[in-house]
């Protein structure tokens, strides 16, 4: 019998920053010395709050269906953590939670686009993104941005690329993959310029808590009338450890949320009940030395990569990511430990090298819509970092520069 994908699922590709960490893993499990810089996550453990918080709704047995959007209980928290934290007012109606930010996006996505609908998408961008607005029919626009430019699009360059078919655009600061946070003064700006317009704007910012020497902003608290067309996009994972309970959130519009829920309760459903109440006992738990430690790490790791002949690198302040650009070594010649020479094809190729010969597992930056980079996540221990950017150094004297 011949089976015969749908288009859509023939269109879309894995997520190559999961499967590499999956690949990565199996090779460690197998007993290879790989330093895997690739995941998405941070190291450090789900508070015990939240974990507690889990433990007893178990055992009092809130194990059953919640509403769609989430309990009422988490939803009230979530307003006030905006309004404390992020100068943000929406009452509970205005946000719903998912089963991860993942989903929170792509029911925006799902709700808000039709056949066509094009949605401004600055690059380097995460690489989920183009896929989920494809998957909803719509039209990725792609804003190029550069080293020069902070990897940060402007006013300007945003209202270029409008055309009568632009639904939406989207904000990621601060950015996976580059680590890059706008600055007040630059979302103002960017404010400024989309407040003329009619576009929905997609504020991700999962990366929130985590930034470093710059001020994170909401876009959302630039005016009344952009807050009304801004669905604010966050989550629990990032911020407290919590990657594998899956609880995301968006706040926005009533009618959009609404839309949302009622999308989300033919898919899903409800978010897990436990989760939701991990991520209540959750809120209020940051602990800033956390912030501080992944500054430590990339205060290291960016110094490291300013050693390295040939590779450049914006300075970021955000996330826990760097994404040096290696485009003097594409079509350079590598010895390898073998003695066998090669030429490095392009930056799949690299990433495959420094697995292969470095024992470096690192993220292309093809997926990220910038071939000639690649993203390491400092998301590890200190260790790990420093063996990593020792190969590193290694692997770099083995190019023929």
Not at 39 to 57: H, M
Not at 104 to 121: A, H, K, R, W
Not at 125 to 153: C, H, M, N
């Amino acid at each position: 019998m011949t089976h015969t994908l749908a288009r859509r699922a023939q269109a879309i590709s894995p997520s190559p920053t999961l499967s590499l960490d999956t690949k990565t893993k199996a090779l460690i499990a197998q007993g290879h010395d790989v330093v895997n810089l690739t995941v998405g996550e941070p190291d450090f453990p789900t508070p015990l709050a939240a974990s507690y918080a889990a433990i007893r709704a178990i055992t009092e047995g809130f194990t059953r269906y919640t509403a769609p959007a989430g309990i009422v209980e988490l939803r009230k928290a979530i307003a006030e953590k905006l309004a404390q934290e992020n100068g943000l007012s929406y009452s509970p109606d205005e946000i719903i939670v998912s089963t991860g930010a993942k989903q929170s996006l792509y029911n925006i996505f799902m709700t808000l686009l039709d056949p066509g609908d094009e949605v401004l998408l600055p690059a380097p961008y995460w690489v989920s993104y183009p896929e989920q607005i494809r998957l909803a029919e719509g039209v990725p626009v792609v804003l190029e941005t550069d080293e020069q430019s902070g990897f940060k699009v402007t006013p300007e360059q945003v209202l270029r690329a409008i055309t009568p078919r632009t639904k939406a655009i989207l904000i990621n600061s601060p950015s996976n993959p580059t680590g890059v946070t706008y600055t007040p003064e630059e979302i103002d700006a960017l404010a400024e310029a989309l407040t003329s317009t009619s576009l929905y704007v997609v504020s991700d910012e999962i990366y929130e808590q985590l930034t470093y020497g710059v001020t994170h902003k909401s876009i959302a608290t630039s005016s009344e009338e952009l807050r009304k067309r801004t669905l604010v996009v966050n989550g629990f994972s990032k911020t407290f450890g919590m990657t594998g309970w899956r609880v995301g959130y968006v706040a926005g519009d009533r009618t959009l949320i609404q839309a949302m829920s009622s999308f989300q309760s033919h898919t899903t459903a409800n978010p897990s009940s436990i989760s939701q109440r991990a991520a209540l006992g959750a809120l209020g738990t940051f602990s800033p030395q956390t912030r501080e430690t992944m500054r430590e790490r990339l205060q290291f790791v960016t110094r490291a990569l300013a050693e390295l002949p040939g590779i450049t690198c914006a300075q970021p302040n955000g996330a826990f990511y760097v994404f040096p650009n290696a485009s003097s070594w594409i079509t350079k010649t590598y010895t390898k430990m073998s003695g066998e020479s090669i030429v490095i094809r392009d930056g799949d190729h690299l990433g495959e090298l420094l697995l292969s010969e470095a024992l470096i597992s690192v993220v292309p930056g093809s997926g990220f819509g910038a071939p000639n980079n690649f993203r390491i996540s400092y998301a590890t221990s200190m260790p790990n970092l420093e063996k990593a950017m020792e190969r590193l150094r290694d692997f770099a004297k083995r190019i023929a520069h």
